[in-house]
């Protein structure tokens, strides 16, 4: 037997599917969900305390011991670190980079010596890194000075690197413009035929940058955004003077 509706259960149903499809505009302007509840987007901080009396007197070292801690429990890239350099009109930019090795005079990512970031440093060596570890809900904030490191230390990276880093490497004017992705992986093929076989050589305008440090930020997210902030300062002569920042 065949049931009819009625206009208003029409209706009731159309409402109810309505309900899940995303409204005119929502399929015009995709972003509105998440516009809308960035601001909702929010927990609790609950590391554990970090007291003066407990961190490394050298900040280096007190780093050592948290990027162990991260290395163990983040998955992907803890070495990923935010560069922020400055452009001879005093205008900031940032971009991730690698760290790749740390030790007593700072921390080292290896890059393209012409690229716009390496443009900045010649101008002004002054530099900030900073780490952001979520699952730990730590934050380490770096100041300090760049400088190349020796073409000897260089050469050693590049060596390790894959075969493909090498020749993208070589390929790739860094910061550059391209006029399509084919220029670029045409670069990769001319390299890949002229060195076919052979060792691939590191390019003088790549390399390592040394950043030394001169002040050093360790930050711990706490319970009800009483987060813990502990700096060092050098100070003449070497010394490091340690402080606790208000949140
Ligand atoms: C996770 C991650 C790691 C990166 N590591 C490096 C790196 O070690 N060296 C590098 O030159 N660029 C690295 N990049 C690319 C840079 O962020 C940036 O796009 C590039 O260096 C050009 O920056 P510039 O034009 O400001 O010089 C990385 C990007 C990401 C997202």
Redo the contacts with the bound molecule.
């Keep these: 037997m065949l049931h009819t509706f009625t206009i208003r259960q029409i209706q009731q149903v159309i409402r109810f599917i309505k309900r899940w499809l995303p409204a005119k505009d929502e399929v015009r302007k995709p972003m509105k969900f998440a516009r809308q509840s960035v601001a909702m987007i929010r927990r609790e901080y609950q590391g554990m305390p970090l007291e003066e009396k407990n961190v490394s007197p050298n900040p280096l070292q007190q780093f050592e011991i948290w990027f162990e801690e991260a290395a163990r429990i983040i998955k992907d890239?803890p070495n990923?670190m935010m560069l922020s350099t400055v452009d001879p009109d005093g205008r900031p930019?940032s971009?991730?980079?690698?760290m790749?090795g740390f030790d007593d005079y700072g921390l080292t990512?290896?890059?393209?010596f012409e690229?716009?970031?390496?443009v900045h440093i010649s101008a002004n060596p002054a530099v900030a890194l900073t780490f952001y570890w979520p699952d730990l809900v730590r934050q380490v904030c770096i100041e300090g000075v760049a400088e190349k490191i020796p073409d000897a230390q260089s050469d050693a990276y590049f060596k390790s690197r894959p075969v493909s880093s090498r020749i993208s490497a070589l390929a790739s004017p860094?910061?550059r413009e391209l006029s399509s992705r084919a220029e670029l992986e045409k670069r990769v093929k001319q390299i890949q035929n002229e060195y076919e076989g052979d060792e691939i050589p590191r390019p003088s305008f790549w390399g390592g940058f040394l950043v030394k440090p001169h002040r050093f930020e360790f930050w711990q997210g706490r319970v009800n955004r009483l987060h813990d902030r502990i700096c060092y300062v050098k100070k003449e002569g070497g010394y490091w003077k340690i402080s606790r920042l208000a949140p």
Aim: net charge positive; no cysteine; glycine share 0%.
């Design positions: 890239d990923a930019a971009r991730t980079v690698l790749k990512f290896y890059t393209n690229s716009r970031k390496s860094q910061s």
